[in-house]
């Protein structure tokens, strides 16, 4: 049975489950702050990934096939960062960059079945949207739309009706809130996460700086430094004209 009894903040919430969904091991970290706060406040997080991020690379003695294992083994440390459990993470397997040659009626499925299987509270996402239609990396602009397409089938029975076979009932999402917005209309103080946020950041290693180039399995010291002034001083402008030190916007949806 739904439970519609939510507090209006997501802040206030507890013991409820969110899931983050993300085209990369990564992008997740739009919202890492504010899913960091929902764990402390003791709510079960977890994280999809679309792909496997196999391309992101400019190193030439790199494989796609190691460079799947390792973004997968920085995702988990990110993960842990904001203390979400390696069990709570859920790989699509898609390969990086080609989200919007799979086929569509099946990657609607696979994140409809997802979405009845973790019956979430919240969903956090890539923002397709509201009034017009976002541009972004293609990856991320297929990431968005997929993931409402899918938070609009979840709850209807007659759709994908092979799901119900598989003991998947109808679960309507309550509320979506969506990153890297153009149309922001809700924002979270993440200043007790901020460091976390931070720490999560920093696993990513092979994705930013130096090492997108020539691949080592740690940060180059100077990149850190950069990293994390960089992303205190964008928390801090998000959350200025909000009265907070650090925050994350998103756009809030109750019906994407
Ligand atoms: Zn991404």
């Known amino acids: 049975m739904q439970r519609t009894d939510l507090p209006e903040r997501l802040e206030e919430w507890t013991g409820r489950t969110i899931a983050c969904f993300g085209a990369h091991p990564d992008d997740d970290l739009h919202a890492a702050g504010t899913l960091a706060r929902l764990r402390r406040a ?7 990934m679309y792909t496997n991020d196999d391309k992101g690379s400019r190193d030439r003695s790199m494989t796609g096939k190691r460079l799947a294992k390792i973004r997968r083994a920085e995702q988990e440390a990110a993960a842990a960062c904001i203390d979400i459990p390696k069990g709570n993470l859920h790989w699509l ?13 099946q990657l609607v499925e696979q994140v409809t079945s997802m979405i009845r299987r973790l019956s979430p509270h919240a969903i956090f996402s890539f923002d397709p949207g509201a009034r017009f239609e976002q541009f972004h990396k293609s990856d991320h602009r297929a990431a968005a739309f997929v993931t409402v397409d899918a938070v609009r089938a979840a709850p209807w029975h007659l759709y994908f009706p092979e799901l119900l076979d598989e003991g998947l009932e109808p679960w309507q999402v309550p509320s979506c809130f969506f990153f890297d917005s153009h149309e ?27 090492r997108v180039d020539a691949y080592e399995p740690t940060l180059h010291p100077d990149d850190r430094t950069g990293f994390e002034r960089a992303i205190r001083a964008y928390t801090a402008t998000v959350g200025k004209p909000h009265g907070f030190a650090h925050a994350e ?7 994407p």
Not at 200 to 208: G, M
């Open 249 to 255: 916007a998103f756009r809030r949806a109750g019906d």
């Open 42 to 48: 003791g709510n079960d997080v977890h994280l999809v």
């Open 184 to 210: 922001p209309n809700y924002w979270v103080d993440i200043s007790a996460t901020i460091d976390a946020k931070i720490e999560a950041f920093c696993s990513h290693v092979s994705q930013f700086g130096r």
């Open 93 to 105: 397997g898609h390969r990086d960059g080609e989200l919007e040659y799979v086929d569509k009626r």
